[in-house]
């Protein structure tokens, strides 16, 4: 039974440039959430998607959105990005209405030069 | 919203002894707490979590215990082994379990 997965592990974007992450729960989890976590802070609430759709948001400007597809896997789109953005991407995916335990993927190292 | 606030950011003890750390939290309405465990390069591990109606919780030699009236909660490691050193995590969630906060991190050294 795969857990959570991400991908990529690494990235390098320019500032001003545009990116996709990707993330697959674990079997049987149907809600994922996204954080961002800078270096030597803890993970900030990005978004979290349920059945779709965007069902609650952090403290993000748009330029975060994302997506979940029928099969429960969803992706992070950063645009127009900033060099404050780099940091670690973290998915972590439950099972909704069971109490939040959440399990994280490994996440996708975001650097932006 | 919600704040959660983690103190000590950085804890140093001796193999055997034990470690103890508090957060705080300010929204009323959150109700599960979990503690995370992240190791250097590693993805967050829940190690135990604790929902609003109960006071305290233990798993062999981790235990959290919860103050709704002070709003604060905090992880109790006895018997301290290296293996325990790694940056730990607090969280408060609330809505439904589907807003979360994290706290700013407690690097634990536990020294051999």
């Known amino acids: 039974d795969a857990g959570v997965t991400q991908s990529p592990t690494h990235l390098i974007k320019t500032r001003g440039q545009q990116v996709t992450l990707r993330c697959s729960p674990k079997s049987g989890h149907d809600t994922v959430s996204w954080y961002q976590q800078a270096l030597g802070q803890g993970p900030q609430f990005i978004f979290q998607?349920?059945?779709?759709?965007?069902?609650q948001r952090g403290n993000f400007p748009d330029r975060f959105s994302g997506h979940q597809f029928p099969n429960y896997s969803s992706e992070l789109n950063v645009n127009a990005l900033l060099l404050g953005d780099s940091a670690l991407y973290l998915c972590?995916?439950?099972?909704?209405?069971?109490?939040?335990?959440?399990?994280f993927g490994p996440g996708t190292r975001l650097t932006v030069t | 919203g919600e704040n959660v606030e983690q103190h000590p950011s950085t804890l140093s003890v001796q193999e055997g002894d034990s470690a103890v750390i508090k957060c705080t939290y300010s929204d009323s309405a959150s109700n599960y707490f979990p503690w995370y465990k992240q190791e250097l390069g590693k993805r967050p591990q829940l190690i135990i979590d604790i929902r609003s109606n109960v006071g305290e919780k233990k798993d062999q030699r981790i235990a959290v215990t919860l103050n709704k009236t002070a709003k604060h909660f905090s992880l109790h490691i006895t018997e301290t082994q290296p293996e325990d050193s790694a940056v730990y995590f607090c969280a408060a969630y609330s809505g439904g379990y589907q807003k979360v906060t994290f706290g700013t991190g407690t690097k634990l050294q536990v020294i051999p």
């Open positions: 998607y349920y059945e779709e759709e965007e069902r």
């Open positions: 972590a995916s439950s099972k909704d209405r069971v109490g939040g335990e959440q399990y």
